[in-house]
Nanobody
Framework: VQLQASGGGLVQAGGSLRLSCEVSGYTESSYIIGWFRQAPGKEREFVAAIRWSGRSRYYADSVKGRFTISRDNVENTVHLQMNSLKAEDTAVYYC????????????????WGRGTLVTVSS
């Protein structure tokens, strides 16, 4: 599975951005596509995840109600719509893929796309 993330940029606090993760290669319903982020000096942390079937979606408490993860079946792309952005959302965002049930721990993800930088100015 190959992943390509895009959509980052500079936005003011309260604004919105939509990240995209283009997925290519072999996938099946057991796959999970996850979004993680890593701020300078911090560990990579879970943001949101979706099963390739689209039936289950998961969110970190810090983004629940503000971020929405979705899958475009036609373009094989997973989007992360980010609204009401805060300065603490500033990080490099990565999308990853794995088979299995665990979705929060980035160590279980075996495929990663190049990150995309999100900067939220206060």
């Amino acid at each position: 599975v190959q992943l390509q993330a895009s959509g980052g940029g500079l936005v003011q606090a309260g604004g919105s951005l939509r990240l995209s993760c283009e997925v290519s290669g072999y996938t099946e319903s057991s796959y999970i596509i996850g979004w993680f982020r890593q701020a300078p000096g911090k560990e990579r942390e879970f943001v949101a995840a979706i099963r390739w079937s689209g039936r289950s979606r998961y969110y970190a408490d810090s983004v629940k109600g503000r971020f929405t993860i979705s899958r475009d079946n036609v373009e094989n792309t997973v989007h992360l719509q980010m609204n009401s952005l805060k300065a603490e959302d500033t990080a490099v965002y990565y999308c990853g893929a794995r088979q299995g049930s665990e979705y929060r721990d980035p160590r279980y993800f075996h495929s990663w796309g190049r990150g995309t930088l999100v900067t939220v100015s206060s």
